[in-house]
């Protein structure tokens, strides 16, 4: 893999408009190509080994900006380019097959059109607006009137064939209290031979509704993309938003961000745990990890005013410190909780019926992992050890030791069983950093720079990677908020992981994936 490789390709075959641009969106690279290069630069990206993250589009007067977001061993580059209104942008989807989902969710919100798509179905946009109204432009009203949105009851899925096939509608409304979303199964008997998902149910026009705000109305806008990464996301568009005003961190400030996040880490990580050792009917582990997430989650509220940390991380810095009392109570409980979850850990591993139910079930391979640029726990558990705060590594995390628990077998036990590393690791991480938090404040002040400016942010949440991008006119409000969760590129993951499993162990391999509805559907 080679970033050099990339931009050295691209500047031989004359893709590249002018010179990479190293800090309009630093610490990402930024090269500028034209249109008709796009799909081109594409494929040298991934001939040269570059992992697709992430793909988004902003509107300007005579048309649109897209931008897709590379990486490789830790290093990022964004390449930009500038189309009309009419013109087309060639579909990434064939050379990276992730950028799928993304790009019809550019066409649905923006208008933005896309050559040679091998999906043109509607993603995000369901039935709420007419095919000429885009909800991301200029001239369209959030506050207009609007009928209420019909039944999408005519999703074309691709249709079952063949003897003894059937389809199995699932959602989107489901038995158990989670957001909507639906999945169709194709299936000869209990076995899958295809799933497909329909996602979009909860979209909250988080994209709209940033536009005008300021700093501080778009962070608490951001921590409540998805609601169990309220840290992580508030971190990322923090991280966006400071690089953009040119906003230097307290290190006090950024050590409790680092904590917030680990502890929003091991919380989710022991609830998912619990979750899928339910789905199989080991209900032990259920209930003992659900009691130690309980009392973990209490802790954090307890130490910073909130059970899951909303609206903590605020721009240049943190709302809540931490008492050099709680500091040292909470690396004692973090360590006591650290033998607690080994042991649970060590009954789930001595469970020869639960290994059975989950070892092999849902295996997702190293090489389909790679291809849809898996990261998080799924990644993870299937060869890709991608981490940010360890290949990418931003403060607190560029002085610590970072490490990342990664495995090939891509099954359930696998994603359960980085889980379990991930909370150890996290553990150590906040008995460290509450042991040596920095002295001084814990916020910088934030003003507008007098001009437009954009920034970037990359933070390693619970799921994995979290790219964040923003845009500021002169006055520091929001002209463009681009947040991608983690979940973009997991949920596709779901739909292969499936196949050739038994219908009963869809639950048990959904919550090894555990994407976020509201994530995707912004």
Request: aromatic share 8%.
């Amino acid at each position: 893999m080679s970033l050099e490789r990339f931009l050295a390709s691209c500047g031989s075959e004359g893709f590249a408009t002018g010179t990479v641009d190293a800090q309009s969106l630093a610490p990402a690279l930024c090269l500028e190509i034209r249109r008709e290069h796009w799909v081109s630069a594409a494929a040298t990206a991934k001939a040269a080994g570059l992992r697709w993250c992430a793909l988004w589009a902003r509107e300007l007067d005579t048309g649109f900006e897209a931008f897709s977001c590379l990486a490789a061993q830790g290093r990022y580059v964004v390449v930009r380019t500038q189309l009309g209104a009419n013109e087309k942008l060639p579909s990434l989807a064939p050379i990276y097959p992730a950028a799928d989902r993304p790009e019809r969710h550019a066409h649905d919100l923006l208008g933005v059109l896309f050559d040679d798509a091998p999906d043109t179905r509607r993603w995000t946009r369901h039935l709420a607006w007419s095919d000429k109204e885009f909800p991301l432009r200029r001239e369209f009203r959030v506050d207009a009137a609007r009928a209420p949105t019909p039944p999408d009851d005519r999703y074309p899925f691709v249709p079952a064939h063949g003897a003894g096939v059937v389809e199995i509608p699932v959602g989107p409304v489901h038995a158990g209290i989670i957001e909507p979303g639906h999945f169709r199964f194709q299936a000869v008997g209990e076995a899958v031979l295809n799933l497909e998902q329909h996602l979009g149910y909860v979209h909250k026009g988080i994209e709209k509704i940033a536009v005008g705000r300021d700093a501080m109305g778009l962070v608490r806008l951001a921590g409540r993309v998805s609601g169990d990464s309220t840290v992580a996301h508030a971190w990322a568009a923090c991280q966006a938003l400071e690089r953009a005003l040119s906003i230097e961190v307290p290190r006090r400030a950024l050590a409790l961000r680092a904590i917030m996040a680990e502890r929003e880490r091991v919380a989710n990580h022991l609830g998912d745990i619990g979750a899928i050792c339910n789905d199989v009917g080991f209900l032990f582990a259920q209930y003992q990890l659900t009691r130690l997430k309980e009392e973990w989650v209490r802790e954090s509220h307890a130490a910073f005013g909130h059970r899951f940390m909303m609206d903590r991380v605020v721009p240049g810095g943190v709302a809540a410190d931490l008492g050099s009392d709680n500091a040292r109570t909470m690396g004692a409980h973090a360590a006591k909780l650290a033998a607690e979850v080994a042991s649970i850990i060590e009954r789930i591993e001595a469970s020869e019926s639960l290994e059975d139910r989950l070892m092999t079930t849902g295996r997702l391979s190293p090489e389909q992992a790679a291809a849809l640029g898996a990261v998080g726990y799924v990644g993870r558990a299937s060869g890709q050890a991608f981490d940010v705060r360890r290949d990418a590594p931003y403060a607190p995390y560029d002085t610590l030791t970072i490490n990342v628990p990664s495995y090939r077998a891509g099954d359930v036990a696998a994603r359960a069983k980085v889980r379990a590393d991930e909370i150890q690791v996290s553990l150590r991480l906040i008995c460290e950093l509450a042991g040596t938090l920095p002295e001084g404040p814990t916020r910088a002040e934030v003003g507008a720079v007098g001009k437009e400016s954009e920034g970037i942010g990359f933070v390693d949440g619970w799921r994995g990677e979290i790219v964040t991008y923003v845009r500021l006119d002169a006055n520091a409000r929001v002209t463009r908020f681009f947040p991608r969760d983690p979940s973009w590129l997991t949920w596709p993951a779901l739909e292969l992981l499936v196949q050739g499993n038994i219908v009963p162990d869809f639950p048990v391999c959904n919550k090894s994936v555990n994407g976020s509805y509201s994530g995707q559907d912004l």
